[in-house]
């Protein structure tokens, strides 16, 4: 981690309290797991195919006197989701911090509704998951890139129109269930951030619209990297819920209001 606070949460904030976070073996994932370790929480580190590197984050929190649970699990594999709120509940009991940040639909090779399977229907199937495990008072966070929040109003590079659209739609049905969530004494909130230096998706997005990253750069004046980001979505888990539900992180001038 570099560049971010070496501690967006107070030390002792998250003692007791346990946190999954969805594709955390590397990236954003990884430095919000540090994050939440580093404030007392247990943590799940969940993986779809990078289990050595989840198991080497693990180790590195566990030295922080916290749990660590590795669980590899597909988003888009229902069984699978399944099997780690199973293994969650076995090992902790329940969960009080629900992080959605897994996504995708840049690869080469899917089938041709992935991004949608994705980035909207294994969204709201996790949190179904993991609905029975979340305590009274717990947080469901769901991470974004503001090139889907505001695809609506802003369009976006063709290259990402699709995951653009599919995350969006995965927002919106996330959203559809805040009236149940909050019945249950559940927050949610939306963390939507400019284009991420260093991230997956950057990296493929450069590698299709050569130059893509530079001039966002120079439009927004900064773009956040991995560990400042993850530090906003670390953030959003023990702040207040905004009024709207939304944490708009990085420069918005760009994007037309919704």
Do not use: C
């Given at each position: ?7 967006p949460i ?52 566990r030295?922080l ?123 949610f ?37 991995v ?25 918005v ?5 919704e």
């Amino acid at each position: 981690m570099t560049d971010a606070p070496s501690q967006p949460i107070a030390p002792g904030t998250l003692t007791g309290k346990v946190a999954l976070v969805t594709g955390s073996s590397r990236g954003i994932g990884a430095d919000t797991v540090r994050y939440f370790a580093q404030a007392g929480a247990d943590v799940v580190i969940n993986y779809r195919n990078k289990a050595p590197r989840a198991e080497k984050l693990a180790n590195e929190v566990r030295e922080l006197g916290v749990k660590a649970l590795v669980v590899g699990a597909d988003l888009t594999d229902t069984s699978t989701v399944q099997a780690m709120f199973e293994a969650v509940q076995e090992e902790f009991g329940g969960l009080d911090i629900l992080v959605l940040n897994a996504s995708g639909g840049m690869e080469s090779g899917m089938e041709e509704d992935y991004a949608l399977k994705l980035n909207r229907d294994a969204q709201v199937g996790a949190l179904q998951a993991a609905l029975p495990l979340l305590r009274e008072g717990s947080r469901v966070v769901f991470v974004t890139s503001h090139q889907a929040h505001f695809i609506r109003t802003t369009p976006t590079m063709p290259e990402y129109e699709p995951v653009a659209l599919s995350k969006r739609a995965g927002e919106d049905a996330l959203r559809e269930l805040i009236p149940s969530l909050e019945e249950k004494g559940i927050g949610f909130t939306v963390v939507s951030g400019d284009m991420i230096e260093g991230t997956i998706t950057a990296t493929l997005l450069e590698r299709a619209n050569p130059g893509a990253i530079a001039q966002r750069r120079e439009s927004a004046g900064k773009l956040y990297n991995v560990s400042e980001f993850a530090a906003e979505v670390a953030r959003a888990a023990v702040d207040p819920v905004p009024a709207d539900n939304t944490r708009l992180v990085g420069d918005v001038s760009a994007f037309a209001g919704e």
